[in-house]
């Protein structure tokens, strides 16, 4: 029996809410097999983040390269990659062992606020990383800082997303849930707009909603999904698990991974 593989390369959430965390939760429940590269540890809560510790770079290649050299994976993903070494080491591998279906999902700022990417680690992301991806996914704010830009209307998000294409991604997805009204997505492949669009939730249960996206369109493209598919299937799955989540702790509420008959 074939089962599919994904690998998330991404920081740990000790509040098992976003990050590695949410990304192998979400594995599961789209039944694809979870592999995982740890690039930071965070002590991490509902209230935010009390403290980050980044792993050596040259331990996060070793990483990387076990898990390719023994499983390869079928699709995979880019979260926290907190600095330009750690970028480096990343990038090295993946040009070594190139994965065609690769999700870049630029982690910058935490829900509470607080910063995962050093300033210096922006530029190495742009130059090393996104030219690797098939897909980035910035919400708004990530958007405006990969961009240069202010992005606060739908308008902006076309010109944002033009913008990022150049760096080198072949789709890049700017995620407009920062804005009202519908939650609605701007796919751009540097010749066309999609749109993915849902009801907005009125929720404070949205811990790693970002995450769990992109793991969410890691699992549909490892299960041979287009990529049109892949996104529709993972918005579907984001909305129905911040309609069921649940209050975990004191502060944001976490995502319902899984999904009763997903």
Known sequence: MLIPKALTIAGSDSGGGAGIQADLKTFSA???????????????????????????PAFVARQLRSVLEDFGADAAKCGMLSTAPIIEAVAAGLTERRIEKLVVDPVMVAKSGDRLLEPDARAALADRILPLALLVTPNLPEAEVLAGMRVAEPEDMEEAARRIHLMGPRYVLVKGGHLKGD???????????TRFSTPRIDSQNTHGTGCTFSAAIVAGL???????DAIRSAKAYVTRAIREGFQAGRGVGQLRHFIPDW
Request: proline share 2%; hydrophobic share 45%; aromatic share 8%.
């Open 222 to 228: 490892a299960r041979g999904q287009a990529l049109g």
């Open 30 to 56: 789209f039944r694809v097999f979870g592999m995982s590269v740890i690039t930071a540890v965070t002590a991490q809560n509902s209230l935010g983040v009390q403290g980050v510790e980044n792993l050596p």
């Open 183 to 193: 939650a609605t997505d701007l796919l751009w492949n540097g010749r066309e707009f």
